[in-house]
């Protein structure tokens, strides 16, 4: 995150967006914080259910992955 920063000039930890995630504690919740986003984009509605069939497996993969990882890496929350 610290290199994003550094070549972007943007803190990630900074965005309104990330703050609703870390609140997110199961792959349904993520889901509907990222669902509401799309449908506030007028250009991505018409393709929203093409958008929904790779988001959702993606976020289910790396929620599972980072319980299985435990408390030492997580790809979930966030918070540094």
């Known amino acids: 995150m610290k290199a994003y920063e550094k070549r972007t ?4 930890l900074a965005h309104p ?9 199961s792959p349904g919740t993520i889901l509907s914080v990222l669902h509401q986003q799309v449908q ?3 250009r991505l509605q018409s393709s929203d259910d093409r958008w929904t ?3 959702d497996p993606t976020v289910n993969v790396l929620h599972t992955l980072s ?14």
């Not at 967006?17 to 504690?25: S, T, V």
């Not at 890496?73 to 918070?79: A, D, E, G, R, T």
């Open 9 to 12: 000039k943007k803190n990630l």
């Open 17 to 25: 967006l990330a703050a609703e995630l870390q609140k997110c504690n």
């Open 40 to 42: 506030g984009l007028d």
């Open 53 to 55: 069939k790779w988001l």
């Open 67 to 80: 319980e299985t990882l435990g408390e030492g890496i997580s790809l979930v929350c966030l918070k540094t």
